[in-house]
């Protein structure tokens, strides 16, 4: 017979990516006695570019590509009419601009430094030589924008036996745009008995002094007067703002990350941070653990079992937060017919039959609607049933999980986790106090 840990909580966030860990995050900052568990989520996938929205809704009949917009808030605002199912029309303009606000904020207090324009979105070059919208975008990639801009002359660094970044790749993609970019291929210290390298480990070593200097001593010979030198998101984990101004202070020019494919630095700095931000507070973090079975469920509260062997746990909580992503995060699942939610076997909005999942032709610049299948909830984020009531009055959920959305080809994918994240933790505390059933 299995012994189990009893925990009890007020509120269990399952799910820590970006929309578990955003919840964790609202639920320190007001001091919410909570328990989050999960595992990484998309957070090593993605570029820790933080997106609100980058698709146009005012021009119709272009490709996807053609359909990028600049200013995100006045796309926001146009949802609210041209959208009124998507989770964005739950939350108004402020308190999505407050959510954000409270997540850089705390970010910041704990050393990671994002920035942006107010109203605009910036456009960061990829690694694949090609620009794309974000709202907010990590400091270390501050000169990415600008560089592009005024395409002053550039020294573009790749690593021997890395394969998230080609400056080589790079460069020929720019090209014909940017012509004053050369590119200089390194053994990045410490790597000689490598045969491939990554660009965590990379980050990593860069956070010790001693590969710093090393680092220093390489780069500089290699600078012929350009104004900037751009580099694959390696600059550090945990310490990225102060890795930047030392090289920035060192090598007298202006440096710049370039996102890379995943796995990616940017993202984990993300989670770590974020898993840094509300150590110590009212949230308790149960990392790599899973929610196996719902023991019970029901207005009174839930009591949820972990999958753990080391670890056998029951979670008894008054209110429950699913976060747990799409079909990539596990909160989806599909067999050939049906689209089922994996823990509680909510509703799913999806379409009638397979066979309206996909679209024929796979670049439809209308996507495809099994992107947009999901939890419906009502204002309060509350999941409903198939007649629109809350399924619990204690049971919330956010993040990608959502119906009517498609994150991708909006490029809404933080926004999305960080507002209905903070709505969905703002409607746990109405109803707690008793404002709301
Ligand atoms: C390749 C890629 C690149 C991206 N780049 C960007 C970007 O640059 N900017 C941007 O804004 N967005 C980006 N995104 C999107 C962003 O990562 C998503 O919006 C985000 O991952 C969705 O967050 P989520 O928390 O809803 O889901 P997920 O990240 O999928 O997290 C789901 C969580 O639920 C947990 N879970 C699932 N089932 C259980 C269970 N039974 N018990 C316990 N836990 C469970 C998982 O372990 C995980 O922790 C990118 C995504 C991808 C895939």
Redesign the pocket.
Known sequence: MESFQHIETDLFI?????????AALFAANRKINSVV???????E????????WGLSLTQKGLTQRERVSKKPWDMVLKIYDQMPDHPYAKIKKEPLKQAFYELIKSLKSQGLTYTGYDALNSMVMTPFGTL?P??RLPVTMRSNIEAFKKKGPCLILDFRGLREFSAVFFKEMMKKNWPGIRTQCLEFPGTQLRSEVFTPFLARSLETEQIQEKFLKLVKPLLKGESYLGLPAILGVQSSGKILNMLEKELNIKVFEI?T??I?V??IRLKETLMKAIEGSSVTLLQ?????KVLKASNKGFE?Q??SKIFPAIVHAKAVLL????F????LYADQKKIYE??FDLPVCQPKTRKEWHRPDFFNPDGHKINQAGIETDDFFRPVTKKKKPVFNHLFA?????AHQD??RS???????IGT?FHAIQSYLQIQNGKFI
């Open positions: 399952i799910g820590s990516g970006m929309a578990g860990m955003s568990a999960g595992g990484a989520g998309g957070f996938y993605s570029s820790g570019l933080l997106d609100l794309r974000t709202y996102p494919s995943p990616s940017p993202g790599n653990q899973r929610v196996i949820c972990l999958g976060a747990t992503g799409r990539l995060g596990k909160g994996s823990i956010s993040g990608s999980i959502l994150w991708m490029k809404c994918g933080a926004g999305l986790s994240s």
